[in-house]
Structure formats: structure tokens, C-alpha cells
């Protein structure tokens, strides 16, 4: 197999050293893109005279054949090419002869495989958008099947307040949203097209750039040669994308995870996404929601890594950056199929109605309740705190309940308690009288349901 390097070199490269530089193993899948950057680069040489035009028409056929290969599954990549570009070369070579040898006219295949890896990460990045909304439309479904579901709220994993479920899932559909955002930053920035600029520092051939940036959808030419051959950044934003999504993914596992247990017993995972027990025949594990949760743990790393790859490289191009490519895409593919796997759980989840409606009768649930309604009758919000400690530890702590106070046992505690107060230590209550905006009050609820209902739809 002919590299595109080889007239220097008065020997062949020792075979080891073939298995250890050699990327087609998995950089195959830029195929396509790297056809497609050489037809735009193809048309441009045509355009501005700097091969024939008949060369130029032979060069634009071959690839779309090859094209049409790729895209249909029959391309059978050379495992003995030394990367992708050489192989396409070398198959365009034997489809259309001698003409082949001009294409690589004006351009490096340092600049080529940063086209390659920008319009690689610009499809993926619109993939995983996609995947978000479908996530999000999943979750907001859940969200208006148990609208009127309330479920007991943690901090330190320790009951703390109640709310709506649908309250819970919007917290999920807002972190989402702000992934999403970070997906479009990171396009903007991918949006520099690199081709032409050759090893390093340009060429002195009459090229139009500009023009290959059109053709390729690009908004914007990479402005200076030296970085855009070394520039990664975009590739370091979009694992970092992925690295924050796969972060809200695990910890949105470990609560339905923790919500499956009998402790909780909140949810029922759909058996499709769980399995057993090679010796507890009654067990039904989430180890679906499991691998969510440590594979997340991958994509930090990888992010971990193309950092130290980057921090020691001088400018311009090194083959170091090769191994870009191996944490870039196991960060794609493994952020999409957790996102589309969630989607598919929450769209097969039950909530275990009746328990929720008895774990949600603590009376510890309702003390910040209670503090507000001393607020609102004059006492200073530490002093409310401190009364409501004072009763926590006269009457929960002592298997007391609240509610069962007499009207001078309340005064006890402090003049302004009235009976009224009673009726705050219900869950219905308590989720109701909440007025902030961004609260869990069922009508605040309702209405960003419906919003996000139609801002997905859109």
C-alpha cells in the first residue's frame, strides 16, 4: 500500500511501526467527510485554473463513486492504508488514474483531517441536539402523566421538603436545555473552515478559500494558517459537551436508581431495561441505569485526557493529534446512546402512586411551612427557625406528631400559633401555598409544562 510520504524514505517502515502509527482502524468513519472535503477542494483547484479541467472532472467522478461506495456499505477500507486519506487517495487513483495525483494540490493533510474532524463534529453535534429534545420530550411526557404525583424532596439524602414529580422532571429538562446551549456554542466555534492552509503556513497557489468554505457550509475561513492546523479546541468543547451531558444523564440514574429500591419505592423501571440475578431468582436489577451512571465516569476521562494531549504540544502540527480521534468519538457514541436510552425508560416508567402518597405524611416535611407562617405574622425569620428546632425536638423527635398539638400546647411554643396552622401539614398544602416564581406550586407547574411542551414542539 503507497503512503502519501514514501519518496523520501529509502526503506520500507518496519512493519511494527506500521501497526503502531496506522489510525484506519478508526478513523475510517471520517470516510465520508474526507470525500466530501475533496470534492469542494476538487471543484475550487477547477475553478481557479490550477488543474485542467478535465482532470478536475475525472478527480469530482471518482469520489462520487467512492461517495455512493461509503454511503451504501460497500466500501471495503484497506486495513494495510495508513489513515483514511491515504485510502481513499489510492482507491481514486485506481478508479481514475494519473489525475488522482493532483487533488493533493494545496492542501496537507494536516489541514484535511481538521475539514475532516470539523465537519465530523458538526454532524454529531445536530445529533446530539436531536437526542437532547427526544430526552426532553420523554421526561416532559412523564412529567404530564403524574402532574398531580407529589414525592418527597432531598438535600444531604435526607428528607427535606415535598414537591411535584413534575416539578422534579422539570429540574432534568433545564439541565438538558443548558447541554443543548453549550451544543450550539461549540458549533459556533467548529464553524472555521481550516482547508487551505495547507502543513502550516499557506500556499503560494492562487486558491480561493472562501469558496471551499461555501461550498462546505462554513460560515467562517479559519483565519490564520498555523492554528487552524493545530486548533482543537472544538474538539476538547464537544467532549466537554458531552462530558457535562453524561453528568446530568448519571445523576438523573442514581435518583431513579435510588427511587427503584424497595427503601423508596417510588418507580418501577420496565423490565426490558433491567436484568436478574445469577442466584436471586427474585432480584430485578437497573443495571441499565447502572452503566448510565459509570459510563459517565468514561466521558470525564476522556475529557481528562484530550486536555493533557493538548497542554504540552508546540505549534504547529504533531502526531500526537492523532489520538484526538479515539476519546472523541467513544464521547459522541456513548453520550447519544445514553441519551436515547433514557429517553425509551422514562417512556416505560411507572410511579408507584400509593407509596409516594404515604411518604410524603412526615410532618418533618412541612416545618418551612410552618416558618413562613410565623413570617408572615411578624417574627423575624430566625426566630421562626428557632421555634420550629424547638418543636422538632419536643414532638418528631419524641414520636409526637405536629398536628396533634392542642391550641395551648402550640402557644407554648410561641403566641403567634393558632389552630390554624394545622392545615399546613398536608403535602397537597404545602406544594399549593408555594407562589415563587420557579416553584413547585401546581399552577406555576402547569404552565411550564405547557411552555416547554411547545418550545419542543417547535
Known amino acids: ?31 465520508k467527510y474526507d470525500v466530501v472535503g475533496s470534492i469542494a477542494h476538487a471543484q475550487m483547484l477547477e475553478k481557479q485554473g490550477i488543474i485542467p479541467k478535465a482532470d478536475a472532472a475525472k478527480i469530482i467522478a471518482g469520489l462520487k463513486k467512492i461517495l455512493l461506495q461509503i454511503e451504501s456499505g460497500k466500501f471495503k477500507f484497506d486495513p494495510k492504508a495508513e489513515d483514511i486519506h491515504t485510502d481513499i487517495q489510492n482507491r481514486l487513483k485506481l478508479i481514475v488514474g494519473k489525475p488522482a495525483d493532483k487533488l493533493h494540490t494545496a492542501r496537507s493533510r494536516n489541514d484535511q483531517v481538521v475539514l475532516d474532524m470539523k465537519l465530523y463534529c458538526r454532524d454529531e453535534i445536530t445529533q446530539l441536539m436531536t437526542a437532547i429534545v427526544q430526552l426532553q420530550g420523554s421526561i416532559l411526557g412523564f412529567a404530564n402523566k403524574n402532574k398531580d404525583v407529589i414525592i418527597p424532596a432531598y438535600t444531604h439524602l435526607q428528607a427535606a421538603q415535598v414537591v411535584l414529580l413534575a416539578h422534579h422532571m422539570l429540574a432534568y429538562i433545564e439541565m438538558l436545555e443548558r447541554d443543548k446551549t453549550r451544543a450550539v456554542d461549540c458549533a459556533k466555534r467548529t464553524d472555521f473552515m481550516p482547508l487551505g492552509s495547507c502543513a502550516l503556513s499557506g500556499t503560494s497557489l492562487k486558491t480561493d478559500r472562501a469558496y471551499v468554505a461555501r461550498l462546505l457550509g462554513f460560515s467562517q475561513v479559519a483565519a490564520n494558517s498555523m492554528d487552524a492546523v493545530s486548533d482543537r479546541d472544538f474538539i476538547v468543547e464537544l467532549i466537554s459537551v458531552c462530558a457535562m451531558i453524561s453528568t446530568h444523564l448519571s445523576r438523573m440514574a442514581e435518583d431513579l436508581i435510588l427511587w427503584a429500591t424497595k427503601e423508596f419505592d417510588l418507580i418501577d423501571i420496565d423490565s426490558s431495561f433491567c436484568t436478574g440475578s445469577s442466584i436471586m431468582p427474585h432480584k430485578k436489577n437497573p443495571d441499565v441505569l447502572e452503566l448510565v451512571r459509570g459510563s459517565s465516569a468514561r466521558m470525564v476521562g476522556n475529557l481528562t485526557q484530550i486536555h493533557v ?117 398536608n403535602p397537597e398544602m404545602s406544594v399549593k401555598i408555594k407562589s415563587s416564581l420557579g416553584s413547585t406550586n401546581p399552577n406555576l407547574v402547569a404552565q411550564q409544562l405547557k411552555q416547554w411542551g411547545k418550545k419542543l414542539d417547535a
Open 1 to 31: 500500500m503507497a503512503k502519501l510520504w514514501g519518496a523520501r524514505f529509502d526503506k520500507k517502515s518496519d512493519p511494527l511501526a506500521d501497526q503502531f502509527t496506522f489510525s484506519i482502524s478508526y478513523d475510517s468513519r471520517l470516510a
Open 309 to 425: 494531549l493538548l497542554k504540552g504540544l508546540p505549534l504547529t502540527y504533531n502526531r500526537d493529534l492523532q489520538l484526538d480521534k479515539p476519546a472523541l468519538f467513544d464521547s459522541v457514541d456513548t453520550t447519544k446512546n445514553m441519551l436515547l436510552v433514557l429517553a425509551k425508560i422514562f417512556a416505560s416508567l411507572k410511579v408507584n402512586k400509593d407509596n409516594a402518597a404515604k411518604r410524603v405524611l412526615d410532618e418533618s416535611f412541612f416545618t418551612v411551612d410552618v416558618m413562613d407562617y410565623l413570617v408572615k405574622k411578624g417574627v423575624a425569620s430566625r426566630d421562626a427557625h428557632d421555634i420550629l428546632g424547638v418543636m422538632v425536638k419536643e414532638c418528631l423527635d419524641r414520636g409526637k406528631s405536629l398536628s396533634s398539638l392542642s391550641l395551648a400546647e402550640l402557644k407554648q411554643f410561641s403566641p403567634k400559633l393558632d389552630l390554624d396552622v394545622k392545615k399546613l401539614f
